[in-house]
């Protein structure tokens, strides 16, 4: 999954970047709202946590845009703790949810999770298949009972083709999901995550459509 977060304040947008990264999301982080609508039209992300209060172009302003374009990834709206107003403004002007400062990064992270949980279209927490059992929160993967240990990119990546089950997704998706601007891909690095995922996983789980991308077909 691929974040944007817009935040000017440096020490709680740097926590909140950093905090995610290490949940296996690619984040990119902008500390303007001019920045942030620009990222928002020439990049493709799953999930927008907004700053009402930004420099140069307001955070409710960001918001109306991205409606407007008729882009509907799920949207955290982050208010000072005395506005009020604003909250109710920015479900009304099409936040899904809001969290007011000062911040806790767990409570941020769980809230991520349940907005990309009803994003994807479903409200368990635990994405299954056959006896693959992935659990996003908790950030663990289980084949017939057994813990089976992924990296954060390798369990990024199995995550979005869970989601997807059945679906072809291509290079470019799978990539953007799993890196955001500051670390890009060497050439084959998707091919080694996929290799790995094979090895402790099965042979069988993933199909490669070469040429397009990969895919794991309904059990
Ligand atoms: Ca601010």
Do not use: F
Not at 62 to 84: K, M, N, S
């Amino acid at each position: 999954m691929r974040l944007l977060i817009a935040e000017d304040d440096p020490q709680l947008g740097d926590g909140l970047t950093v905090g995610l990264r290490q949940d296996g999301y690619a984040v990119d982080w902008v500390k303007d709202g001019v920045a942030a609508d620009l990222a928002l039209k020439s990049e493709s992300y799953d999930l927008l946590v907004l700053d009402l209060g930004l420099p140069r172009l307001a955070g409710m302003e960001v918001l109306t845009r991205l409606r407007e374009r008729g882009q509907a990834l799920p949207v955290l709206i982050l208010t000072a703790h005395d506005a009020t107003g604003d909250k109710i403004a920015g479900l009304d002007g099409g936040a899904d949810d809001y969290l007011v400062k000062p911040i806790g990064l767990a409570e941020l992270a769980a809230r991520v999770r349940a907005l990309a949980r009803r994003a994807a279209g479903r409200a368990a927490p635990l994405l299954r298949h056959g006896e693959l059992v992935l659990d996003p929160a908790g950030r663990q993967v289980t084949l017939a009972g057994m813990p089976v240990e992924l990296s954060a990119r390798e369990l990024s990546l199995l995550q979005l083709l869970l989601e997807n089950v059945g679906r072809v997704m291509t290079r470019a998706q799978l990539e953007a999901s799993v890196y955001g601007w500051r670390d890009e891909p060497d050439s084959n690095a998707l091919e080694v995550h996929i290799h790995h995922l094979r090895r402790k996983l099965g042979a069988d789980l993933i199909k490669t459509l070469r040429g397009i991308g990969y895919t794991v077909p309904k059990a």
